[in-house]
């Protein structure tokens, strides 16, 4: 059983980690602390970068659904969280902890994701446009990267009352995407 919530864990950190490093690279194209300076070289490759900031955007939307999505057939936390539970695998303490922090942190800005997940961008609804459904979700970029940032505290908590230990989620790709950002302004006239 340990080998399972193990491999589970590692499953659910990986997930994590990915929508992360999405979420940074879409970030870097779109925020307007970073997008002014680099918009020229961004604006010369075009439909290579409109398609990047879509592509980062769709793929931080699936890793973040599928952290919290119910089904039973695959990894993620509400499904680990009852398997913990009716296996009597935490104490009860811990679990209370972790089953409040998905309940009233990460579960409301989830659905945020799932209305846009489910009618913008996994299947696209004929009822309503795109506009309407980033208005019936009403999320905004900061909620995204607090959803990416609770679970990885939910995680932690939850490998910490598990087996004592704490996953660092240090990877980044912010440095990355600015100095490729910058090297390109730099080629400017190339």
């Known amino acids: 059983m340990n080998s399972e919530i193990d491999s589970y864990i590692t499953e659910l950190q990986r997930t994590v980690t990915t929508a992360?490093?999405?979420?940074e690279i879409w970030w870097v194209y779109k925020s307007k602390d970073s997008r002014p300076a680099y918009i020229k070289a961004m604006s010369r490759y075009n439909m290579f970068f409109q398609t990047?900031?879509?592509?980062?955007?769709?793929?931080?939307?699936v890793e973040l659904y599928r952290l919290y999505?119910?089904?039973?057939?695959?990894?993620?936390?509400?499904?680990?969280?009852?398997?913990?539970r009716n296996q009597k695998l935490l104490n009860e303490d811990a679990l209370v902890s972790l089953e409040e922090t998905y309940q009233e942190v990460a579960k409301p800005l989830w659905v945020k994701v799932n209305i846009l997940?489910?009618?913008?961008?996994?299947?696209?609804?004929?009822?309503?446009?795109?506009?309407?459904?980033?208005?019936?979700?009403?999320?905004s970029p900061?909620?995204?990267?607090?959803?990416?940032?609770?679970?990885?505290?939910?995680?932690?908590?939850?490998?910490l009352?598990?087996?004592?230990?704490?996953?660092?989620?240090?990877?980044?790709?912010?440095?990355?995407?600015?100095?490729?950002?910058?090297?390109?302004?730099?080629?400017?006239?190339?």
């Not at 990047?52 to 939307?61: D, G, P, R, T, Y």
């Open 20 to 23: 992360g490093l999405n979420y």
């Open 52 to 61: 990047s900031i879509h592509a980062h955007f769709v793929a931080l939307l």
């Open 69 to 84: 999505e119910t089904r039973k057939d695959t990894y993620n936390i509400p499904s680990l969280l009852n398997k913990l």
């Open 117 to 139: 997940r489910n009618k913008a961008f996994g299947h696209r609804s004929k009822a309503h446009t795109v506009e309407e459904v980033f208005q019936e979700a009403d999320v």
């Open 142 to 159: 900061l909620e995204l990267k607090e959803l990416v940032e609770v679970t990885k505290k939910l995680l932690n908590n939850l490998t």
């Open 161 to 190: 009352a598990w087996n004592k230990s704490a996953h660092a989620f240090n990877l980044g790709a912010r440095k990355d995407i600015l100095r490729l950002l910058g090297d390109l302004e730099k080629t400017k006239n190339g």
